[in-house]
C-alpha cells in the first residue's frame, strides 16, 4: 500500500458571545496575551419538531496587537467571529493533577457589536461596556453584523418569532 500523507489542516471559524470579561496579561518576556471564552449556540429541531438549543463554550487565546484589541474593545456578551486553529495544552494544577485544554488560538477576531461614531469621529461601542448612545445624536452608523446572511427562518429564530 503507497505511503499516504494527511495534510496538515488545523482551521476553526467560529462565532458567540463572550461569557465574561477578556483576562489580559502579559508573559515574562512583555509579550501581551488575552484569554476569554465564547458561548456559541446552535438551534436545531428535535425528533417531536421542537426548536431546542444547544450551547457549546469554547476558550479563545489572543496574542500581540490581536491581545490589546481584545482587551480594549470587549466586554462581557460581545458578539465576535473568531478564525484561528486548535491547541492544546497541558499543565499541572495546584492539586498536583495534570490538566488539560483544547483552545482556539486566534488569528482574526471579528468584533460583531454594533459600531457607532461620535460627533469627534471616535468609535463608540453599543454593547455591555456601560456606554450610553444617543442615537439621535450620531452622525454617522455601521451595522457591524452577519444579519444580514440569515435566511428568513433563521433571522425569525433569533428574534424568537414564529414562521
Given amino acids: 500500500m503507497a505511503d499516504l500523507k494527511m495534510p496538515e ?12 470579561d477578556p483576562m489580559y496579561r502579559s508573559t515574562t ?8 471564552t465564547i458561548a456559541s449556540n446552535r438551534k436545531f429541531k428535535d425528533s417531536g419538531n421542537q ?4 450551547v457549546c463554550f469554547v476558550g479563545i487565546v489572543a496574542w500581540n496587537k490581536l491581545a490589546e484589541s481584545c482587551r480594549d ?3 462581557k456578551g ?7 486553529e486548535l491547541q492544546s495544552r497541558t499543565w499541572r494544577a495546584d492539586d498536583g493533577s495534570c490538566r488539560s485544554i483544547v483552545e482556539i ?21 453599543d454593547d455591555d461596556s456601560g456606554v450610553f448612545i444617543d442615537e439621535d445624536a450620531v452622525q454617522d452608523f455601521t451595522e457591524d453584523t452577519f444579519d444580514k446572511f440569515l435566511t428568513s427562518e433563521e433571522s425569525a429564530l433569533l428574534n424568537n418569532k414564529k414562521i
Avoid at 9 to 20: D, E, H, Q, S
Avoid at 29 to 36: A, D, E, L
Avoid at 78 to 84: E, K, N, Q, R, T
Avoid at 115 to 125: D, F, L, P
Fill in 9 to 20: 489542516i488545523n482551521y476553526v471559524i467560529m462565532a458567540g458571545n463572550l461569557t465574561k
Fill in 29 to 36: 518576556n512583555g509579550t501581551p496575551v488575552v484569554n476569554f
Fill in 51 to 54: 426548536w431546542q438549543e444547544d
Fill in 73 to 75: 474593545r470587549l466586554r
Fill in 78 to 84: 460581545s458578539a465576535i467571529l473568531v478564525d484561528g
Fill in 105 to 125: 488560538k486566534a488569528r482574526r477576531i471579528q468584533f460583531l457589536n454594533r459600531k457607532v461614531k461620535n460627533g469627534e469621529g471616535e468609535c463608540v461601542c
